[in-house]
C-alpha cells in the first residue's frame, strides 16, 4: 500500500511552453500533498504544500504564478510550469500524507523536467 | 532555525563492511525521524521512522538507527553493505506540532567491491 505515482516520468518541452505534472496517490487519499524541486546531487527543496479543495500554500521563494498547483480531489494533485525556461529543469518529487496522518510522507518517483 | 545535518556528503565503504551514516538536528524538541533512500532517478523510499517508543529502530534491508535524544542524533547504520546498498541516503525530521519534514542535505553511499 502508499502507492504513488507521478506521470510523465520524464518531459523535454521548448522554452516558453507549459508543461503539467501529475501526482497520484494510488490506493489511499491524500488530504495533504506536496511538491519538491531536486537539483543534481542535493537535497529536495519543498516548494508548496497542497491542501485539497483549497489554495496550495508556496514556501518562500517560490512563484506561485509559474508553478500552479491544483489538489482537485483527494488522489490527485497537479503541477503547472508555465512559461517554462531552461533554469526550470530539475526533477520534480511529489508525496503524500496518507489518509489523516501527518507524520510519514509518500513519495512519487519523480518527473525529469528538461527546457530547451 | 530547525535544521538536519548529515555530517558525511560521501561514505565510500567496501562490500559487507559496516558503515553508520551520520544525522543531527538542530532542536531536543519533540521530532519524527526518517531516513529515506533515493537510487538514481527514483524518488524517496522510506528505510525506516522514529515515531516514539524504543529508540531503536529497524527498517527495511537490514538498516536500523537510534534515536539519542541528548544527542539530538539519529544515526543510520547497517552491519554489512551490498552494493545494491549505493544509494542516496535522506535524513528527515519533522517537528511536531508542525507540518513541514526537513531533510538533510543527502549521504552518498559508494559499496565498493
Known amino acids: 500500500g502508499a502507492v504513488v505515482s507521478q506521470h510523465p516520468s520524464w518531459v523535454i518541452c521548448k522554452s516558453g511552453t507549459s508543461v503539467k505534472i501529475e501526482c497520484r496517490s494510488l490506493?489511499?487519499?491524500?488530504?495533504?500533498m506536496f511538491w519538491y524541486r531536486q537539483f543534481p546531487k542535493q537535497s529536495l527543496m519543498l516548494m508548496a504544500t497542497?491542501?485539497?479543495?483549497?489554495?496550495?500554500?508556496?514556501e518562500q521563494g517560490v512563484e506561485k504564478d509559474k508553478f500552479l498547483i491544483n489538489h482537485a480531489s483527494l488522489t490527485l494533485s497537479t503541477l503547472t510550469v508555465t512559461s517554462a525556461h531552461p533554469e526550470d529543469s530539475s526533477f520534480y518529487i511529489c508525496s503524500a500524507n496518507r489518509d489523516l496522518s501527518t507524520d510519514t510522507q509518500y513519495f512519487g518517483p519523480g518527473t525529469r523536467l528538461t527546457v530547451l | 532555525a530547525q535544521s538536519v545535518t548529515q555530517l558525511d556528503s560521501q561514505v565510500p565503504v567496501f562490500e559487507e563492511a559496516p558503515v553508520e551514516l551520520r544525522c543531527n538536528y538542530s532542536s531536543s524538541v519533540s521530532v519524527y525521524l526518517f531516513w529515506y533512500v533515493q537510487y538514481p532517478n527514483q524518488g524517496l523510499q522510506l528505510l525506516l521512522k522514529y515515531l516514539s517508543g524504543s529508540t531503536l529502530v529497524k527498517g527495511i534491508n537490514g538498516f536500523e538507527a537510534e534515536f539519542n535524544k541528548s544527542q539530538t542524533s539519529f544515526h543510520l547504520r547497517k552491519p554489512s553493505v551490498h552494493i545494491s546498498d549505493t544509494a542516496e541516503y535522506f535524513c528527515a525530521v519533522l517537528y511536531t506540532g508542525g507540518f513541514k519534514t526537513i531533510f538533510g542535505a543527502g549521504t552518498r553511499l559508494f559499496v565498493k567491491a
Open positions: 490506493d489511499f487519499q491524500a488530504t495533504t
Open positions: 497542497s491542501n485539497e479543495g483549497s489554495k496550495a500554500t508556496y
